[in-house]
């Protein structure tokens, strides 16, 4: 099929873009944006014009000609396909984000070292992009909204993003259908971090839900007397319904909360009796004499083991969080000062704060220097005067470099209540690059907690490869705590790996990562996953006790010396 205007005026346009940002020929560049821009306006095909009258085109000169003939001969233009593979595939969705022209994109790419949308939105969310010459305030919020419009047409969403949407809709369907029953189900149920489809179980005829939903501008994808499936055009998120008699709605609604290794592991030594009609999910594990497992801890077996053996524990709740640990002020990059950010705690009747800002080799995030450092101290020690009997303790998120050795001398760390240690820089290393710099940071006496020990980032980034194992080990024998960073693109610790933190007795610490007070709100969503992994209050660094923290403090202190 031959290749029509459209098509050759979008390689061209591309083409002239990846010249820009890979910093090749200004001129030639400038040439091609124009072919392309002359090509789209053509009232005649190309592929009608005799190749030798290509380059007489005003605005179309001899070396565009050549590429014109190469994709009429080849099906594409080669020095695009050259600059394409060596372009990271993050940037090239960058170029999809309104707002985010080449230059803005050399700069994210070049000066802060960010290759895919999720790192910028979280560096938006940061307000780092400020830092850097060409992206004021306005700039920055124009970009996030951009990436978060452009995420929300893959399909695949955080956790946090879709729940506001599973609430209401979830309010809607039971207040338009009074008579019928709605219950949320499946992966949202189970509190994973990522969704792509929302469900519900219900016992709503079929067709009756299906012309309610037309109503509402969503479209039928699939539809039976058992299941149907929709989609938004609006929100685009699959939306999921299984439909089952009344007397069956809390069979289904267990068998649809549960992975599939957690079922497996049910069916062994339980089953559910067919003919059984359950008025809530409580009767299902009564008749198996079973403690009630929710559906946060239906992933393996192991929660069925623990039930039927000495019980479950009593997982952490939002509710005994008692301080913010983890957080970054306008010293840093943070975008409240340290007294707002004080305020904020206390409102929430939070027993104290700690402030973490970068470390002076974060330079793309305003790190301290050593003499902006004595200063943040003395505005500590004024507020702490001010605002007790709240306390805000000095700590410092020092960058773990590339020998796994932090970034201020000891004297300087001696300074700090806490340090936590974290990997910012050179994220695409080998397990073993990784794993030397990780243990040399946890051995470091100064190290207190573990800062998002993969650097990942949920649906952007996978975060450099550990032996997660290893790194527990090294934290118990250290005596450092594990984060698990809260922010909802984060969730660093995976909840996956926090069986293991229990089995070794290495406390974890639910941190926002705040960068804004808002961000004080994320704590939620490490709780959630904290519940995944069957974590107590008592298993977490931030629902200590004011007292209880400063005794874990002199234990710290103790270790350096």
Not at 46 to 72: C, Q, Y
Not at 453 to 468: E, F, I, Q
């Amino acid at each position: 099929m031959t290749a029509d205007n459209s098509f050759i005026a979008d390689q061209f346009s591309l083409l002239a873009k990846l010249m820009d940002i890979h910093g090749e020929n200004s001129f030639k560049a400038k040439a091609y944006s124009s072919a392309a821009f002359t090509i789209d306006r053509l009232p005649q095909q190309l592929s009608e014009i005799p190749e030798n009258k290509l380059s007489s085109i005003k605005g179309i000169g001899d070396s565009a000609a050549k590429k014109i003939i190469e994709v009429f001969e080849r099906g594409e233009i080669t020095a695009l396909t050259e600059l394409v593979a060596k372009t990271p595939e993050g940037i090239m969705q960058m170029l999809n984000i309104k707002g985010i022209g080449p230059k803005k994109i050399t700069v994210i790419w070049k000066e802060m070292g960010i290759e895919s949308i999720g790192e910028l939105l979280y560096a938006c969310n940061e307000n780092r992009l400020t830092l850097y010459k060409g992206f004021g305030e306005k700039t920055q919020k124009s970009i996030q909204e951009s990436i978060e419009y452009f995420l929300n047409n893959i399909g695949n969403y955080l956790y946090a993003h879709v729940e506001k949407l599973a609430d209401v809709l979830d309010e809607e369907l039971k207040k338009n259908f009074t008579e019928y029953q709605f219950l949320l189900t499946g992966d949202f149920r189970r509190q994973l971090e990522t969704i792509d489809k929302l469900e519900w179980v219900t016992d709503v005829p079929e067709k009756q839900l299906q012309d309610y939903l037309l109503q509402h501008k969503f479209v039928t994808e699939k539809i039976d007397a058992e299941e149907s499936v929709y989609k938004g055009e609006e929100e685009n998120i699959q939306l999921k319904f299984y439909h089952v008699a009344v007397e069956k709605l809390y069979t289904k609604l267990f068998q649809t909360s549960c992975s599939g290794e957690f079922l497996n592991e049910w069916n062994k030594n339980y089953s559910l009796k067919n003919y059984n009609s359950y008025n809530n999910e409580k009767e299902i594990f009564d008749e198996a004499k079973l403690q009630f497992i929710p559906a946060f801890l239906r992933e393996t077996g192991t929660a069925i083991q623990q039930a039927e053996r000495n019980g479950l524990p009593e997982v952490i709740q939002t509710k005994d969080i008692t301080a913010i640990i983890h957080s970054h002020s306008k010293w840093s990059d943070g975008n409240n000062t340290i007294e707002q950010m004080a305020k904020a705690a206390i409102e929430k009747g939070l027993q104290y704060l700690v402030i973490s800002d970068h470390s002076k080799t974060a330079f793309y995030a305003n790190g301290l220097t050593e003499e902006r450092l004595k200063a943040q101290h003395e505005e500590i020690n004024e507020l702490n005067e001010k605002l007790k009997p709240f306390k805000i303790f000095k700590s410092i998120e020092s960058d773990i470099l590339n020998d796994g050795s932090l970034d201020y001398s000891d004297v300087v760390l001696s300074t700090f209540d806490i340090v936590i240690a974290s990997v910012h820089s050179n994220l695409k290393m080998s397990e073993e690059k990784a794993m030397m710099r990780l243990l040399n940071a946890i051995k470091n006496p100064f190290t207190s907690i573990l800062g998002h020990c993969t650097g990942r980032l949920l649906l952007s980034r996978a975060g450099y490869p550990v032996n997660h194992k290893a790194v527990i080990d090294a934290c118990a024998e250290h005596n450092v705590v594990v984060e698990l960073n809260a922010h909802p693109r984060r969730l660093d610790i995976d909840w996956r790996h926090i069986n293991y933190c229990i089995e070794k007795n290495v406390l974890i610490s639910i941190d926002p990562d705040a960068h804004a007070v808002a961000g004080f709100d994320h704590i939620k969503y490490g709780v959630l996953a904290a519940q995944k992994a069957g974590i107590t209050a008592a298993q977490n660094l931030s629902s200590y006790t004011l007292t209880e923290f400063e005794a874990f403090l002199k234990i710290q202190r103790a270790k350096r010396s």
